[in-house]
């Protein structure tokens, strides 16, 4: 028996925050990479390419809420909801081949560097700074709601420290005039991304190959479902993330003698809902239970178990 399924189109509410985040991120982009080249500095180029990617991030959460927007259909019953997780784990990528583009460019710079002009830098950098401010006061609602959103939210935060490192730099290149350091701020942003990075791509994949969600343990999840009343056991059980806080669960339930299923599978689904706040579910429930083969579970006469319940 299945409980009632409920495939809920992604909300649109982040939909014009993004869209106003895209413009101010592209619009300041075109400038700070005609700043880097004219005065010379790889530390506003490094910022600029992390501008370039939060704006392709940008574009891309857009493109995954007007994707996952979509209905199911016979082909995807499941609908669209997953396009954001390929588009989190898509700036994931975008944001390590930037990381490492940045520090093979740094290392040219240390083996030959060159003059910088720190006025105009600093310039430059404390307007992206305020863009990438104003961009995260846009997206951060949305970012505790959304895998993609975040990885939209986590695009600008990185530029933000970019921007605050540049402008540090420009600051020690004006009183010093020790032009390595715009080299070696380069390198600190590269190196400050890259783990947040990997933590996105890992939740991202965590997704797409159906793992066990975040925060749930599925022990305890079967445990929880064994301790409700007119339950024997509970076998098969399987717990993933369609997309971000939408978690499936079906499971194989194995119920005493005498007792109302569409009472249990109730009783079921409110203490997955309240508890760990899993919403859609699929419940087999058994009498006698079945017994688990390579093709499937397949139900067999209780008397070829020495206890029926074991699968």
Same mark, same amino acid.
């Given at each position: 028996?299945?409980?009632?399924?409920?495939?809920?189109?992604?909300?649109?509410?982040?939909?014009?925050?993004?869209? #106003?985040? @895209? #413009? =101010?991120?592209?619009?300041?982009?075109?400038?700070?990479?005609?700043?880097?080249?004219?005065?010379?500095?790889?530390?506003?180029?490094?910022?600029? #390419?992390?501008?370039?990617?939060?704006?392709?991030?940008?574009?891309?959460?857009?493109?995954?809420?007007?994707?996952?927007?979509?209905?199911?259909?016979?082909?995807?019953?499941?609908?669209? &909801?997953?396009?954001?997780?390929?588009?989190?784990?898509?700036?994931?990528?975008?944001?390590?081949?930037?990381?490492?583009?940045?520090?093979?460019?740094?290392?040219?710079?240390?083996?030959?560097?060159?003059?910088?002009?720190?006025?105009?830098?600093?310039?430059?950098?404390?307007?992206?700074?305020?863009?990438?401010?104003?961009?995260?006061?846009? @997206?951060?609602?949305?970012?505790?709601?959304?895998?993609?959103?975040?990885?939209?939210?986590?695009?600008?935060?990185?530029?933000?420290?970019?921007? @605050?490192? $540049?402008?540090?730099?420009?600051?020690?290149?004006?009183?010093?005039?020790?032009?390595?350091?715009?080299?070696?701020?380069?390198?600190?942003?590269?190196?400050?991304?890259?783990?947040?990075?990997?933590? =996105? *791509?890992?939740?991202?994949?965590?997704?797409?190959?159906?793992?066990?969600?975040?925060?749930?343990?599925?022990?305890?999840?079967?445990?929880?479902?064994?301790?409700?009343?007119?339950?024997?056991?509970?076998?098969? =059980?399987?717990?993933?993330?369609?997309?971000?806080?939408?978690?499936?669960?079906?499971? &194989? $339930?194995?119920?005493?003698?005498?007792?109302?299923?569409?009472?249990?599978?109730?009783?079921?689904?409110?203490? *997955?809902?309240?508890?760990?706040?899993?919403? &859609?579910?699929?419940?087999?429930?058994?009498?006698?239970?079945?017994? &688990?083969?390579?093709?499937?579970?397949?139900?067999?006469?209780?008397? @070829?178990?020495?206890?029926?319940?074991?699968?």
């Amino acid at each position: 028996m299945s409980a009632a399924h409920n495939h809920a189109l992604p909300s649109t509410g982040n939909e014009r925050a993004l869209w #106003a985040a @895209l #413009a =101010l991120t592209t619009t300041f982009l075109v400038a700070e990479i005609v700043a880097g080249v004219v005065f010379n500095s790889l530390a506003l180029i490094a910022d600029a #390419a992390h501008m370039f990617t939060d704006a392709a991030a940008l574009a891309i959460a857009l493109a995954a809420i007007r994707v996952g927007r979509r209905p199911a259909d016979a082909k995807r019953s499941y609908g669209y &909801h997953r396009f954001e997780i390929l588009a989190a784990a898509f700036n994931a990528l975008l944001l390590f081949g930037v990381a490492f583009y940045i520090l093979f460019e740094a290392w040219q710079r240390f083996r030959s560097p060159s003059e910088v002009q720190s006025l105009p830098m600093l310039v430059v950098a404390a307007l992206g700074l305020v863009i990438n401010l104003i961009s995260m006061r846009l @997206l951060r609602a949305g970012s505790t709601e959304s895998l993609n959103m975040k990885g939209a939210y986590l695009e600008v935060w990185s530029d933000m420290l970019g921007s @605050l490192g $540049v402008i540090v730099a420009a600051l020690v290149i004006q009183v010093t005039g020790w032009a390595w350091v715009d080299a070696a701020t380069a390198v600190a942003i590269g190196l400050w991304v890259l783990p947040r990075t990997w933590l =996105l *791509l890992k939740e991202s994949l965590n997704i797409l190959l159906e793992g066990t969600p975040e925060g749930i343990d599925i022990d305890e999840v079967a445990r929880t479902m064994r301790s409700v009343d007119g339950v024997e056991d509970i076998h098969d =059980l399987h717990v993933w993330p369609l997309t971000s806080g939408k978690n499936s669960l079906t499971a &194989h $339930v194995v119920h005493a003698e005498g007792i109302e299923t569409a009472a249990l599978i109730g009783r079921l689904q409110s203490v *997955l809902a309240e508890r760990f706040r899993v919403r &859609h579910t699929t419940l087999q429930v058994e009498r006698p239970a079945c017994r &688990h083969a390579a093709d499937g579970c397949n139900f067999v006469e209780a008397r @070829l178990h020495a206890d029926p319940r074991v699968c």
